[in-house]
T-cell receptor, first 112, second 116 residues
């Protein structure tokens, strides 16, 4: 069955440190891939998306993600985390029209 | 409006009560989605509208759930005879064109429903 997995429920990093949030999907073909961020009391905001082409995609707020077909992964990275990055991050995959699946989310805490 | 607006922000219902959740998408947006987000989970698809047409309702968990968008703008998600398992955050999202163009989704802040 198609699924998307975010292995880390909660991650804590120090401000200024690098960040990598993991996302794996299971599907025979390459789906469309997304990362969303959700701050408390806020709606989901799109950080970046991958449809085709260059496997390293740049997003807003200094985030980037790399699609690795061989690993069925789409990990989110940021070289230097800011305190304002503390939020819940969701990986999502769109297997076909109207079938977007979200991961369970990774909560990011940023230490001063 | 500037973004997707949902009301109420919080709703507490007694089991068995009917509730109605409202979504005001961004003006002019063609596509509208409803998602259900249980505690500690990612959003799960409920239903999709293109203008006033409900093109997919396969995610609605039971016939107690009903959604409409009669004039192709505001949408209402109605839950009849609420049960405790209906407690969740209900998210609405809209996009400018139809989903075939893989448009960016804009999400509202959600309605948190608690059924006691």
């Amino acid at each position: 069955a198609q699924s998307v997995t975010q292995p880390d429920i909660h991650i804590t990093v120090s401000e200024g440190a690098s960040l990598e949030l993991r996302c794996n999907y299971s599907y025979g073909a390459t789906p469309y891939l997304f990362w969303y961020v959700q701050s408390p009391g806020q709606g989901l905001q799109l950080l970046l998306k991958y449809f085709s082409g260059d496997t390293l995609v740049q997003g807003i707020k200094g985030f980037e993600a790399e699609f690795k077909r061989s690993q069925s992964s789409f990990n989110l990275r940021k070289p230097s985390v800011h305190w304002s990055d503390a939020a819940e991050y969701f990986c999502a995959v769109d297997y076909r029209i109207l079938d977007m699946r979200f991961g369970a989310g990774t909560r990011l805490t940023v230490k001063p | 409006g500037a973004g997707v607006s949902q009301s109420p922000r919080y709703k507490v219902a007694k089991r068995g009560q009917d509730v109605a959740l409202r979504c005001d998408p961004i003006s002019g947006h063609v596509s509208l989605f409803w998602y259900q987000q249980a505690l500690g989970q990612g959003p799960e698809f409920l239903t999709y509208f293109q203008n006033e047409a409900q093109l997919d309702k396969s995610g609605l968990p039971s016939d107690r759930f009903f959604a409409e968008r009669p004039e192709g703008s505001v949408s209402t998600l109605k839950i009849q005879r609420t049960q405790q398992e209906d407690s969740a955050v209900y998210l609405c999202a809209s996009s400018l064109r139809d989903w075939l163009t893989n448009e960016k989704l804009f999400f509202g802040s959600g309605t948190q429903l608690s059924v006691l």
